[in-house]
């Protein structure tokens, strides 16, 4: 098992991205916290995975409650190997002049300050213990912007940019810290990507834009998010890699 014994926290694990992670890291022998803002999802997730999960609930966008979400690992599982700060919010595809500010205030507070957050709790601990890792889930928008999504799209590069910074900083520690940057993919929040209802018209139209011909499946960014934890990338930080089906080229 490719995993085996590593304690991870994934955040936004109640669906999509990263419920599929959880499942994949607890396969591959970990143990997971799984921290969604949805309390009841995080438990079901958890319950169906078995008793190498276990659920907390967590605003990723405020300071206490995810030193909280690191101090129940810790407690739980008695160590911590990894963060995946994978909680994203957007708002609709939209002219950026309509997106309010409260809405712009939370696409950053959980896209990018919950990246704050997780080094204020994580960094101290995995610093004592002698390393750790960050998996950080951008997204191909912090890459290559389209219209409608302005502020989201400002959010995940500025992910990408923090993922870099934060890898050179925290190597000396031997903590590293990289980012997968999926393209669209099938989760909650299709439709606020796309902007219109999610039918098999609208879908094709975004389907295209992909050399490959499919939106992500959630297990896509698992698989890919399993090499980043492992000792196998003990010398790879500082990447930002897509896993888009050719999207970025």
């Known amino acids: 098992m490719r995993l085996a014994k590593k304690k991870i926290i994934v955040t936004g694990a109640g669906s999509g991205f990263g419920a599929a992670m959880s499942r994949r890291f607890v396969k591959e ?24 999960a276990v659920p907390f609930t967590v605003d990723v966008s405020v300071g206490s409650q995810v030193k909280a ?42 896209n990018v300050k919950s990246l704050y957050w997780a080094a204020q709790a994580a960094v101290p601990v995995f610093r004592k213990r002698g390393g750790g ?45 990289n980012a997968l940057c999926p393209v669209m993919g099938v989760t909650g929040m299709l439709e606020s990507f796309m902007g219109m209802p999610d039918t098999p018209e609208n879908r094709s139209r975004f389907v295209a834009t992909i050399p490959m011909g499919r939106l992500a499946e959630a297990d896509d960014i698992a698989k890919a998010a399993v090499f980043y934890l492992t000792d196998d990338a003990e010398f790879v930080t500082g990447v930002c890699m897509p896993v888009d089906g050719g999207r970025t080229i």
């Open 133 to 177: 890792a960050f998996l950080n889930v951008a997204s191909v928008a912090g890459i290559r912007p389209r219209p409608g999504l302005s502020w989201y799209n400002a959010s995940k590069g500025a992910a990408i940019l923090a993922t870099k910074t934060m890898a050179v900083e925290l190597a000396p520690s031997k903590i590293r810290v």
């Open 69 to 110: 979400m690191v101090d129940k690992a810790l407690s739980a599982f008695g160590d911590l190997d990894a963060v995946v700060n994978n909680a994203g919010y957007t708002h609709k595809n939209q002219p950026m002049l309509d997106v309010d500010e409260a809405t712009y205030d939370r696409c950053f507070a959980v």
């Open 29 to 52: 022998g970990a143990q997971v916290l799984v921290a969604d803002l949805n309390g009841p999802a995080a438990e079901k997730v958890a319950r169906d995975i078995g008793p190498q």
